[in-house]
Nanobody, 113 residues
Framework: QWQLVESGGGLVQPGGSLRLSCTTA????????MKWYRQAPGKERELVAA???????DVADSVKGRFTISRDNAKSMVYLQMNDLRPEDTAVYYC???????WGQGTQVTVSS
């Protein structure tokens, strides 16, 4: 059973930073695009960031200039660096393998003073 395992969520004050990590088996990581989504209470799940195997990346307008997605193919890891966090960033963040439609279990990010 293929799995995505996320880590790095938590409680942070506004303006703070967190880095989320996601890992999976190397044979289903290398050569595939990876994505991060989030879902806030009462809202639909939304795409936050995506990165190709070659490192081309894009982020949602709502987080542009604050969030960065990156990957380490040698370690089969994808990261979401989140800076200048705001209360509206509070959500459960999910790692996603779009080609195989695999989702992580989600990690809670709460931004509050």
């Amino acid at each position: 059973q293929w799995q995505l395992v996320e880590s790095g969520g938590g409680l942070v004050q506004p303006g703070g930073s967190l880095r989320l990590s996601c890992t999976t088996a190397s044979h289903i990581f290398t050569g595939y695009m990876m994505k991060w989504y989030r879902q806030a209470p009462g809202k639909e799940r939304e795409l936050v960031a995506a990165i190709t195997t070659g490192g081309y990346s894009d982020v949602a307008d709502s987080v542009k200039g604050r969030f960065t997605i990156s990957r380490d193919n040698a370690k089969s890891m994808v990261y979401l660096q989140m800076n200048d966090l705001r209360p509206e960033d509070t959500a459960v963040y999910y790692c996603n393998h779009p080609s195989l439609n695999i989702w992580g279990q989600g990690t809670q990010v709460t931004v509050s003073s």
